[in-house]
């Protein structure tokens, strides 16, 4: 009898060290925090509304609040990106947010990384699932704002190589004819498509020569595909000068090749003009 007293003794004991343990290994277990930062960089957003400052919703074609709509990915890295709904490239730049999620800042970038410029706005609402956030839209009059509502999204940013091309300055460094033999950039076969270029995420490019002089300026655009590049020159007063369509052979983050093709009803006489990522300001 004393024997198994003192069996019940040991194994209440041990249960009652298990439990201990048990609480002790709880307390010291620490919920990991996430950040407003990592909040806003995990999902690409949609926007999906917009409210006037009496909170009534406002069109997002309206002109007060059509800037401010379409795909965003904000990135880990410090760097995001903005499409339009139409998925063509808006903007691109850094971010933050602060540590309280109260503001976030934005610096939109032009290709050479000289700023375009820099919006802050307060975060109204910042989880999982939306991010709200309020612009005041006329620096004299602060009782004039909107409220930008946007919504997870599984939206895929577009793969088709306008960011690269917004990216980066590009020099023409390089010719090739079609039977793969370099050309002289200096060659008038070729010299009216050198120099140094600047493809803005807004849409528009200025192209200057190797002289730092401007040559064209104008809207550009990728197809969906990514195969194409349409540039339209424009004068100073808006006028088309000429549209232009090439295909494209390579854009990644160093290189941007295409291929002219001068005179479409000889497709066999073409020129690869070959252009190289380089740190050169616009003039």
């Known amino acids: 009898m004393n024997t198994l007293k003192k069996l019940c003794y040991l194994l209440t004991a041990m249960l009652l060290s298990a439990a201990f343990v048990s609480c002790s290994d709880n307390d010291n277990m620490v919920m990991e925090q996430i950040t407003p930062s990592q909040k806003l960089s995990s999902t690409p957003w949609e926007t999906t509304a917009a409210r006037d400052k009496n909170g009534q919703p406002v069109n997002l074609n309206d002109a007060s609040v059509n800037g401010f709509v379409g795909f965003a990915y904000f990135k880990a890295d410090g760097n995001f990106v903005i ?7 808006r903007s691109r730049g850094t971010w933050s947010v602060d540590p309280l999620g109260k503001t976030r800042i934005i610096t939109a970038l032009n290709p050479d990384g000289t700023t375009i410029f820099t919006r802050s706005v307060d975060i109204l609402v910042l989880n999982n699932n939306e991010f709200t956030y309020r612009i005041h ?4 009059d ?6 930008i509502i946007h919504t997870k999204t599984a939206h895929a940013e577009p793969a088709n190589g306008q960011l690269n091309l917004a990216s980066t300055p ?4 390089g010719a090739k ?3 793969g033999n370099p050309v002289a950039l200096t060659d008038p076969s070729v010299s009216g498509f050198v120099g140094y270029s600047y493809f803005k995420a807004n849409g528009t490019f200025t192209i200057y020569g190797l002289n730092n002089v401007l040559r064209s300026q104008g809207t550009w655009s ?3 595909d990514g195969k194409k590049r349409t540039i339209t020159a424009l004068d100073a ?9 090439v295909d494209i052979l390579t854009l990644n983050s ?3 090749t295409y291929r002219i093709t001068p005179d479409a009803g000889n497709p066999s006489v073409y020129y690869d003009i070959i252009h190289t990522k380089v740190d050169h300001k616009e003039p």
């Open 137 to 140: 839209t006329n620096p004299s």
């Open 83 to 89: 499409y339009g709904l139409n998925d063509v490239l």
């Open 177 to 179: 004819n079609s039977s």
């Open 170 to 173: 590009w020099e023409t460094t």
């Open 237 to 245: 007063n808006g006028n088309v000068l000429f549209t232009r369509t």
């Open 142 to 147: 602060p009782s004039v704002y909107y409220d």
């Open 222 to 224: 990728i197809s969906p």
């Open 254 to 256: 160093s290189e941007f």
